[in-house]
């Protein structure tokens, strides 16, 4: 896979060249993450618009629903975590991101069903 380069709005866009590239969508969204900016904001719109251009990008979706996670808007980052588990249901860190939003939430029979399907992953 092509290495992320890091990269302001101006500059992502002369690098990237398409706003069809994932890339361009994440090296923006982690540049707004960086311990000095940390605009979490910033970076979920980023996200999110990368989504609208490419609705079916598993990384796009599971950085989408981990950023959530991480602002607790625990709800958006469920349901983001299963798109993921859609695009990629042979990668257990989206049912592991949703086991821990639902753990954050309460909802613990609904936690340990994603830690159990996660498991099921490691186990074939």
Same mark, same amino acid.
């Given at each position: 896979?092509p290495?992320l380069?890091?990269?302001d709005?101006?500059?992502?866009?002369?690098?990237?060249?398409?706003?069809?590239?994932?890339?361009?969508?994440?090296?923006?969204a982690? @540049?707004?993450l960086? *311990?000095?900016?940390g &605009?979490?904001?910033a970076?979920?719109?980023y996200l999110?618009?990368?989504?609208r %251009?490419i609705?079916?990008c598993?990384?796009?979706?599971?950085?989408?629903?981990?950023?959530n996670e991480?602002?607790?808007n625990?709800?958006?980052a469920?349901?983001?975590?299963k798109y993921? @588990?859609?695009?990629r *249901?042979?990668?257990? &860190?989206?049912?592991?991101g949703?086991a821990?939003?639902c753990?954050?939430?309460g %909802?613990?029979?609904?936690s340990?069903?994603a830690?159990?399907?996660?498991?099921?992953?490691?186990?074939?």
């Amino acid at each position: 896979e092509p290495k992320l380069v890091l990269l302001d709005i101006k500059s992502a866009n002369a690098f990237y060249k398409d706003f069809s590239d994932y890339r361009l969508w994440m090296s923006l969204a982690q @540049q707004k993450l960086e *311990p000095s900016i940390g &605009d979490y904001d910033a970076a979920i719109d980023y996200l999110r618009n990368g989504i609208r %251009q490419i609705p079916c990008c598993y990384t796009l979706l599971y950085n989408y629903a981990t950023v959530n996670e991480n602002v607790r808007n625990f709800t958006i980052a469920i349901r983001y975590f299963k798109y993921a @588990q859609i695009m990629r *249901p042979d990668c257990t &860190d989206p049912f592991y991101g949703e086991a821990i939003a639902c753990f954050k939430t309460g %909802q613990y029979e609904e936690s340990l069903a994603a830690i159990q399907k996660a498991i099921a992953i490691c186990s074939a």
